[in-house]
T-cell receptor, first 115, second 113 residues
Framework: EPEVTQTPSHQVTQMGQEVILRCVPISNHLYFYWYRQILGQKVEFLVSFYNNEISEKSEIFDDQFSVERPDGSNFTLKIRSTKLEDSAMYFC?????????????FGEGSRLTVL | GQNIDQPTEMTATEGAIVQINCTYQTSGFNGLFWYQQHAGEAPTFLSYNVLDGLEEKGRFSSFLSRSKGYSYLLLKELQMKDSASYLCAVPKGLSGGYNKLIFGAGTRLAVHP
């Protein structure tokens, strides 16, 4: 069964360092997303991406964040200068449809710990 | 904006039936999703309702009442592996779509023998 894969599964970094989280969406999906979940809190939307550009982003997704699809398979989230409050589980997701009725397929997540 | 409320925790006995409620307030309605999330894992899709009524899928059923802003997830014949958080979510997208899901805080269900 096709799945969304993410690397690394866990990354520990120092405050102020740059971090890149990687995702390989399901191959025939065209819509990609990043969500995050701070420990014990709700899953929060960060950004959606379609046709090589951001289609929507939340207030959380400030100038420290960027996304890229560097090739035909990877989708990355970069945090330029990490802060303590960026510690969270980051989930990549993809969908075949961009309609609001489409099912999202989530990856297993990348746990980011900022010290 | 979107506001979603669901109970924080529930407990139930193996083999029993449990109903997890969700109330929502949205500006515009594009359906309602239920996702299951085991601790430390990714959310996985359970159901999607856009019309009023009950949708049954094996041991899990989901109900929607748009006029009441209310949904519930019904789990039958509970198994220990059903211990997880159950997330109610509504999409809020641009007029052309795009899957921005607004999640509730989730209901943590503990199934005990």
């Amino acid at each position: 069964e096709p799945e969304v894969t993410q690397t690394p599964s866990h990354q520990v970094t120092q405050m102020g360092q740059e971090v890149i989280l990687r995702c390989v969406p399901i191959s025939n999906h065209l819509y990609f997303y990043w969500y995050r979940q701070i420990l014990g809190q709700k899953v929060e939307f960060l950004v959606s991406f379609y046709n090589n550009e951001i289609s929507e982003k939340s207030e959380i997704f400030d100038d420290q964040f960027s996304v890229e699809r560097p090739d035909g398979s990877n989708f990355t989230l970069k945090i330029r200068s990490t802060k303590l409050e960026d510690s969270a589980m980051y989930f990549c997701a993809s969908s075949e449809s961009g309609r609001n009725t489409g099912e999202l397929f989530f990856g297993e997540g990348s746990r980011l710990t900022v010290l | 904006g979107q506001n979603i409320d669901q109970p924080t925790e529930m407990t139930a006995t193996e083999g029993a039936i449990v109903q997890i409620n969700c109330t929502y307030q949205t500006s515009g309605f594009n359906g309602l999703f239920w996702y299951q999330q085991h601790a430390g894992e990714a959310p996985t899709f359970l159901s999607y309702n856009v019309l009023d009524g009950l949708e049954e899928k094996g041991r899990f059923s989901s109900f929607l009442s748009r006029s009441k802003g209310y949904s519930y997830l019904l789990l039958k014949e509970l198994q220990m592996k059903d211990s997880a958080s159950y997330l109610c979510a509504v999409p809020k997208g641009l007029s052309g779509g795009y899957n921005k899901l607004i999640f509730g805080a989730g209901t943590r269900l503990a199934v005990h023998p």
